[in-house]
């Protein structure tokens, strides 16, 4: 089997490329090993309205849970900072699933149920989860779109090393919310608390940086108190989720044939965590770069887009974050929401 471009992983970032090539007639083919395009949910789901305006057909009625207007931050110091965000809470799964079918309705074959085991001259290796039986495939471009442990990146040289662990429960709202709740706190080192609203529920959930040794599900926890006792959500737990979230910025992400998008090429915020919209701009890149014969311009477009604002935020983290007992001093430093994250240190 030959294909201009394989794409390894169905999510946000490879499903957008697939569909951008293979509406410009490209013959494409997206693996991945899930039984459903965005299944299980490992998300808060929160993408800004930007994300609509650009890609306005990505967004079916079901795909958003609700609309919200504001990201407030609870300080330890008791101050309450409010920032403008307006966007959506997605039902994620509904929204991979929606770009996928957009790029299968224009042509892109998909194998599910399909591990990418690496490369062997020149070909894609391809194994079926269930059988374990091998395919070799043939293509001019691969799209590394496998996700913060991207075994593309991995086997292509550098891969992320840099991570912050999360756990989320889904919990009842005790009142409805329109805006996303942000919690700094001690026990959170290295990153935060959310409260995302979904309608009656809400995604609560926490990152961690590892290397504080904390136990991620312990800081879930006693979140999960704090968020209770003080009324926002009921105790109880609907569903669990978590996963790892890039935090060191973009790794090389233009690789000769291979084209590193999203989360595989470190395009998540290394501070907020936040990487659907990146995601979905990268696979549109790298696309371009391709269609336009030009895939080494992906990794200049790439980091024109998305380099300043993720290379800022990766230097902080590194020079701030270990500074964790001092929450007043480095929280203004090292979130979007103060003014002070935007001088220059
Ligand atoms: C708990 C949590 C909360 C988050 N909250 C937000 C949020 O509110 N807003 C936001 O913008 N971002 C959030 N993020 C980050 C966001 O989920 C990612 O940035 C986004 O999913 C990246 O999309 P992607 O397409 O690059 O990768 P993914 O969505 O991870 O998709 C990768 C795909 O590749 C497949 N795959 C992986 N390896 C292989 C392989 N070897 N063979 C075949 N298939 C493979 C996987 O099955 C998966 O479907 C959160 C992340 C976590 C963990």
């Known amino acids: 089997m030959k294909f201009d471009a394989v794409v390894i992983g169905a999510g946000p970032g490879g499903a957008t490329c697939a569909w951008e ?13 899930k039984r459903r395009p965005g299944i299980p949910v490992q998300c808060a789901e929160f993408v800004p309205l930007q994300l609509k305006h650009r890609y306005p057909h990505f967004f079916i009625q079901d795909s958003v849970a609700q609309e919200v207007e504001s990201m407030v931050h609870f300080t330890p110091w008791g101050e309450v900072v409010t920032m403008p965000s307006p966007g959506f809470v997605l ?11 957009l790029a299968v309705s224009q042509g892109a074959e998909i194998m599910l149920r399909t591990f990418f085991r690496g490369f062997d001259n020149g ?50 709202l005790l009142a409805k919310l329109k805006d996303l709740l942000i919690f700094f706190r001690d026990y959170i080192p290295g990153g935060y608390g959310w409260v995302f609203p979904k309608g009656d529920k809400a995604n609560v ?10 136990n991620v599900m312990n800081s ?38 291979v084209l590193l998008v999203g989360d595989a090429g470190g395009f998540c915020h290394p501070i907020t965590g936040g990487g659907i919209a990146n995601a979905v701009l990268t696979g ?43 929450l007043e001093f480095i929280i203004p430093k090292t979130w979007i929401a103060f003014e002070e994250y935007w001088k220059e240190d």
């Open 21 to 33: 090539l293979a509406r410009k007639g490209a013959k494409v083919l997206i693996v991945d090993f």
């Open 284 to 326: 549109s890149l790298a696309a371009q770069s391709i269609i336009e014969g030009d895939p080494e311009e992906y990794g200049e477009s790439s980091m024109d887009f998305l380099g300043e604002s993720l290379t800022r935020a990766a230097r902080k983290r590194i020079k701030y974050m270990k500074r964790w007992d001092d």
């Open 123 to 172: 070909n894609v290796i391809l194994e079926n989860v269930l059988t374990r039986e091998t395919v070799k495939v043939r293509a001019d471009f691969i799209i590394g779109a496998d996700g913060p442990r991207s075994r593309t990146a991995r086997l292509t040289g550098y891969p992320i090393r840099s991570f912050l662990a999360t756990a989320q429960f889904m919990m009842p």
């Open 220 to 257: 879930l926890k006693r979140f999960k108190e704090e968020v209770t006792s003080s009324g926002i959500v009921a105790n109880q737990i609907i569903s669990r989720t978590g996963g790892w979230i890039p935090a060191e910025g973009p790794v090389e992400p233009s690789r000769g044939k």
């Open 91 to 101: 039902n994620r799964d509904i929204f991979d699933s929606r770009i996928v079918d």
């Open 205 to 214: 959930g926490v990152g961690v940086d590892p290397e504080f040794g904390v």
